[in-house]
């Protein structure tokens, strides 16, 4: 039977990230996608203008409708935007027994609007980190929830450190923010001391609208098809890295990542290159 997903997040009309860069990217990788989306927003390559929440019980009903019928072997949360819909998620995840949770906390569109009301971040700090196999912040996210301002390797652990004393399971606190380096050097830390290094080459392009989504969409995808969790990080790191190389230069913004573009590369090339795990 084809792996079962879920996410968990809100809907982006111009596509390129959300429910819908989630649902491209588990087809991508082969797996089958259902989905619980949060709110609606109004939003292109050049920005947010309307974000529309669904009601809390809209929420309930999605989550209901899902764990009746479907066996999720892995899911993933992305946009929650208030308390009410974080604690409805947590509330499902523990009721249905679902697993292999990858937490995505999106707080911060690509052109600037907030997608995560303050209150609500405590709620993932409460009710959802302690559910996570994996949480997946960038650099101002990790900051955001942990309360370390990062500008150094040590001081990028002892956020992953606080992070993980939420009850998250691990963290991959994403690089791509990082400035004036020739590397996206993604850092991995496990509650049992494990931690890893996961390097490519930094593609100069403005087409990164979605990266977030996608690299925690392929993670979970991996995750869901059995995959230890570092092979399915260097997947997914792999999955944004062709997604990020064969750019389709739609819109006229941060323009929306090739989600095609893994498999094709992998049958050019017998694989995808350049991702360096260091122990």
């Not at 959300?18 to 996608?33: H, P, R």
């Not at 929440?53 to 479907?70: C, S, T």
């Not at 697993?99 to 405590?122: F, R």
């Not at 002892?158 to 991959?172: M, N, Q």
Request: proline share 4%; aromatic share 6%; glycine share 10%.
């Amino acid at each position: 039977m084809m792996p079962q997903t879920l996410t968990i997040a809100g809907s982006d009309s111009g596509g390129g990230a959300g429910i819908q860069a989630d649902i491209k990217t588990f087809q991508e990788l082969g797996v089958y996608s259902t989905s619980v989306i949060t709110a609606v927003t109004a939003q292109n390559t050049l920005g947010v203008t309307g974000i529309y929440p669904v009601p809390v019980y809209g929420v309930r009903e999605q989550l209901r409708a899902v764990g009746e019928d479907f066996q999720i072997a892995a899911l993933k949360t992305g946009m929650l935007f208030d308390a009410a819909a974080i604690k409805e998620t947590a509330s499902a995840i523990r009721q249905y027994g679902w697993k292999n949770l990858v937490v995505d906390p999106v707080m911060i569109a690509k052109g600037g609007a907030s997608l995560l009301q303050q209150e609500a971040l405590e709620a993932l700090k409460e009710h959802l980190l302690p559910l996570a196999l994996v949480v997946t912040p960038n650099l101002p996210e990790a900051e955001a929830i942990s309360g370390v301002s990062i500008y150094d390797e040590t001081s990028r652990k002892r956020a992953a450190e606080k992070i993980l004393s939420f009850g998250a399971a691990s963290v991959v606190i994403k690089g791509g923010h990082a400035e004036n380096l020739e590397v996206a050097e993604d850092y991995y830390l496990a509650r049992n001391g494990e931690e890893r290094l996961f390097r490519s080459p930094r593609i100069n392009t403005s087409q990164t609208h979605g990266t977030g989504c996608t690299f925690a969409a392929a993670l979970t995808a991996e995750l869901a098809k059995g995959q230890p969790v570092e092979s399915a990080i260097c997947t997914a790191k792999q999955f944004i890295q062709a997604a990020l190389s064969e750019e389709l230069h739609i819109g006229a913004g941060h323009g929306p990542t090739n989600h095609a573009a893994y498999q094709a590369y992998v049958r050019r090339n017998g694989g995808v290159e350049h991702v360096q795990v260091i122990q």
